[in-house]
């Protein structure tokens, strides 16, 4: 498809503004000007209207497909979300006026809604305070991982490394590493998750923290975690939830009651914000009482009269880590899937994630190679090394997943299971869409081994078929260029 | 409410398929003593109570204030058809497009998004976003560091103290050295600038228009730095290019800015937009996404993301950033806007943007013991000396239903009865009329 730039005609336009109303023209010196024009797209409104409509029909997505995308919770968005959030008095809000004189009295619905979030997450997780301010999950774990660095400077403590399971999400190591840690990495058990006495053989004075995600990149709680929680505050250390898969405890299990003391939470996965085609996102962390000093500044608080305020005079704070109250329209859409759920659904989230992520693996475990073979929580990973033996890796898998309408999982992580697929159909998918799923799934298990160049040139009923990543990197085509014209003879 | 599909009967159903008796069985992993057993959370309610209850809540922000408040946030106009463009659920419930045939929709945005960029800002090469223009300052940061492997970096303090303040934050637990230059009448001094140059010196951190609103062609700056062998950041304000000299032209290294101004809701605060652009030869130095074109088996041009090597999701704790999820669909935002208002529409409201400020700047001025700085040119936001506190008139014009401009004694001592006030294309004529007359109300 044509870029938007290759349908520019020199002198249209798509929107107009009004004719200046003032007398004044600004007199800007030429030293100070561009010399040659911004060269942006000349299209009508219609013809950008259509462009961007069809680019969306050449995307998969949650609302037109299944998308059992492992450790990213794909859920379903709520529209009503996304209505909510374009309130005027919450979109056209300016995130200055709480700095104007009193102005925390301009903007207490916008401060309701973050200390309302707040005050939830605390509960679902069992901490004592939320930040709002990170802006995805990757920003919690580095606000996180410094918060953890400034309450152990205070404590006069100097500690240098972090550990970190081989499943976990790369962002885990590449936050410790921008706090300034050395990264321990922990190999996962035999049962498929960090075994406490592991934890026992990497524990040193040095040690800072234990990055967890719980349950793990496979799917599996790790019933350990009490004593691996008593291993690391043994040596003063600190426990860090990394809250991509919460999902599978929602009203079951709260990190704090696990001995966790910081946890970051993705608003868009685990509570219903959209992805976005790859955020915005949000990304709240949640400490326990004794690292609450060290929070972000501001922090918003509830006064005796009910009103809310902004509290600047934080001393141990870390300081800045977002230019103000955090991703507010993303957490205003969380704050609306929080009410519409309310407590008593919390369960059901998780029952059902659970319940729909064991029923998949139920029937599809006699076609493919499971990583560990147990129950499993919100997801699980198989593994196509069997398919691989003829021929048809991960990778194939995925691309037939597409020629029949369905997203692929996560391919190739964990890194530590080979060929592996990673599956969480999250609770808001029915019978019938996993059961169409698993018959595809079951369908290339047996191309694999009937025909595996079928699911070599596969996809084929997408825009594109697969693509030449290697001339990308090569080319690095990164902005659009006209082509030359053609010089004449 | 919990969007729930399945039946009691299909659950049983899965159930046995399981070999589980119960949902609760699935979750016999956990400890019994780490169950949680009540929650004190306020039951569910209907979509219906929930709207009404956010509704009142959105009354309760003072949205009705006409604004003449920036620092660096800015009510510009967003086109009715950039909103409904975002508004496909095919865009925003999709994720990162790590599939690419399934996502040439998100990565061809990408890809024109970062062309759009590149034009704009006269770079040569755009990534695909950042979370916000304080992120992408502090990674520009980091980008210097790892180029030059120097560790000194010298931050004019023309550049957003929010913004300052984050770099700090970011940077509390690495080996940096800071070094704030003071600016003179608003502008960056030069001569402190040469003094405190050397060849421990990483980056110059500088912001244009500067945090002030002043306007400056920062060439030689630039030029400085490179005699000693760092870099030039720079900081802009997308919209001020349809007017202004492009941090390319200047010969600046790595570009960044907050993308809010282009296509973005204020929003209180966020989401946003962070945007960096660099030169070609520093792009693997770069962090976050990268799209670029090619093509399939069969010819047809398609669009990947590229370039991953430099991620976290293959480098671990080696990658140039943590980055994962991004701003994509503000970054679409962005794009739809800069293609809506299109080549002419750019110069079109950086000029009207320009001319309001030049026109309440004459209104202000005319108000006795009011004075504005034309110590440089402006953009969109000038400074006013008033006879008064600025945070007091600031709460005076508050109750005449202004949002007057920023104090800048919050962040500059001494500049206690300094004012900054900013103009959009939005303020008309006669609300700047009206906000002359209050203000000398005030005063």
């Known amino acids: 498809m044509r870029v938007i730039f290759e349908k520019s005609t020199p002198g249209r336009r798509g929107v107009g503004f009004p004719p200046s109303d003032v007398p004044a023209h600004a007199v800007l010196p030429p030293e100070c000007l561009r010399a040659t024009r911004a060269e942006l797209p000349e299209v009508s409104e219609l013809e950008a209207v259509r462009h961007f409509t069809r680019l969306s029909q050449r995307n998969f997505s949650v609302d037109t497909n299944f998308y059992p995308l492992g450790s990213c919770t794909m859920k379903y968005n709520p529209k009503f979300c996304e209505v909510v959030a374009r309130l005027e008095g919450f979109s056209q809000l300016h995130p200055l006026l709480p700095q104007l004189r009193r102005g925390g009295m301009l903007t207490q619905g916008a401060l309701g809604v973050l200390y309302e979030t707040a005050r939830l997450l605390c509960e679902i997780t069992g901490m004592a305070q939320f930040t709002m301010q990170p802006l995805a999950g990757a920003h919690g774990e580095l606000t996180g991982a410094m918060i953890i660095a400034a309450y152990h400077r205070q404590q006069g403590k100097r500690k240098t490394r972090v550990i970190i399971p081989d499943s976990a999400h790369g962002t885990n190591p590449a936050s410790a590493a921008i706090a300034g840690y050395e990264v321990v990495v922990a190999p996962t058990g035999d049962r498929g998750v960090l075994d406490a006495q592991t934890v026992e053989e990497l524990l040193s004075d040095e040690v800072a923290a234990l990055m967890l995600t719980c349950p793990n990149t496979l799917g599996l709680f790790n019933s350990q975690i009490r004593e691996i929680a008593d291993l690391i505050h043994g040596v003063d250390g600190l426990m860090y939830y990394d809250g991509a898969n919460l999902n599978a405890l929602l009203g079951r299990a709260r990190p704090g009651d696990m001995g966790f003391d910081v946890v970051h939470l993705n608003l868009h996965k685990t509570f219903g914000a959209p992805h976005g085609g790859g955020g915005p996102g949000a990304g709240p962390v949640g400490v326990v009482e004794r690292l609450a000093p060290f929070l972000p500044t501001s922090v918003v608080e509830k006064r005796s009269d009910g009103t809310y305020s902004l509290q600047y005079d934080r001393k141990d704070s870390i300081g800045y880590v977002a230019p103000f109250y955090g991703s507010f329209g993303v957490i205003v859409r969380a704050y609306a899937y929080l009410l519409l759920l309310g407590g008593d659904c919390l369960k059901s989230v998780s029952g059902n994630a659970v319940l729909n992520a064991n029923y998949v693996l139920a029937r599809l475990k006699d076609h493919y190679e499971v990583a560990f073979d147990r129950r499993c929580m919100h997801e699980f990973v198989l593994s196509a090394s069997r398919q691989a033996r003829m021929g048809v890796k991960a990778l194939d898998v995925a691309k037939g997943l597409l020629d029949r309408g369905i997203h692929p999982p996560t391919v190739y992580f964990p890194q530590t299971v080979p060929e592996a697929l990673m599956i969480e159909p999250t609770e808001t998918e029915s019978k019938e869409t996993l059961d169409a799923f698993v018959a595809a799934m079951i369908e290339i298990a047996r191309l694999a081994e009937q025909d595996p160049d079928a699911l070599h040139e596969a996809p084929t009923q997408t825009p594109v078929g697969r693509l030449d990543e290697v001339a990308a990197a090569r080319n690095q085509d990164t902005s659009y260029t006209p082509p030359a014209p053609p010089v004449e003879q | ?443």
């Open chain 2, 1 to 443: 409410m919990d969007y729930i599909g399945n039946t009691d009967a299909q659950r049983q159903e899965m159930l046995k398929a399981t070999g589980a008796a119960s949902i609760d069985e699935l979750f016999e992993d956990i400890p019994a003593a780490l169950r949680a057993h009540a929650f004190d959370l306020p039951p569910g309610m209907s979509e219906m109570e929930v709207r009404t209850r956010l509704e009142r809540l959105a009354k309760n922000n003072a949205v009705d204030l006409v604004l003449f408040l920036g620092g660096g946030f800015y009510d510009h106009y967003v086109p009715s058809a950039a909103d409904a463009i975002l508004q496909r659920g095919e865009f925003y419930t999709a994720y990162t497009p790590y599939q690419p045939e399934a996502s040439q929709g998100t990565l061809q945005a990408i890809y024109e998004f970062q062309t759009a960029l590149c034009r704009l800002t006269g770079m040569e090469v755009a990534n695909a976003s950042l979370y916000d223009g304080g992120t992408a300052l502090f990674e520009a940061a980091m980008m210097a560091l790892r180029i030059t492997g120097r560790n000194k970096i010298i931050l004019d303090s023309g550049v957003s103290p929010i913004y300052r303040n984050m770099l700090y934050c970011y940077t509390s637990n690495l080996n940096i050295e800071f070094v704030e230059v003071p600016v003179y009448n608003g502008r960056t001094r030069r001569d402190v600038v040469a003094q405190r140059l050397d060849e421990d010196t990483a980056a110059i951190i500088i912001q244009n228009p500067n945090f002030f609103g002043f306007v400056d062609d920062l060439s030689d700056v630039v030029e400085m730095v490179h005699r000693v062998g760092g870099l030039a950041i720079m900081c802009f304000y997308p919209i001020s290019l349809g007017l202004l000299k492009t941090p390319g032209e200047m010969g600046v290294d790595v570009a960044v800015g907050e993308g809010q101004s282009i296509g973005l809701p204020l929003s209180f605060g966020g989401p946003y937009l962070g945007l960096m652009a660099t030169r070609k030869e520093y792009q693997r130095q770069m962090p976050g996404r990268l799209v670029g074109a090619t093509t399939d088996r069969e010819g047809r041009r398609g669009f990947v993301l590229t370039l991953q090597t430099r991620e976290q999701h293959i480098r671990r704790e080696k990658a140039t950033s943590n980055i994962c999820t991004n701003s994509a669909l503000c970054a679409l935002a962005a794009l739809t806007y800069l293609t809506l208002v299109g080549k002419e529409g750019i110069r079109e409201v950086a000029r009207l943007c320009a001319d309001k400020a030049a026109y309440a700047s004459q209104r202000l001025d005319a108000i006795p013991g009011v004075q504005v700085s034309r110590d440089a040119p402006f953009f969109n936001e000038f400074v006013c000396k008033l006879p008064a506190d600025a945070g007091d008139v600031v709460g005076h014009m508050v109750e005449k239903g202004f949002a007057a401009g920023f104090p800048l004694g919050r962040y500059y001592p001494g500049m206690e009865r300094h004012l900054l006030v900013a103009l959009t294309e939005r303020r008309t004529k006669e609300e700047i009329g009206a906000f002359a007359e209050a203000l000398e109300g005030v005063l």
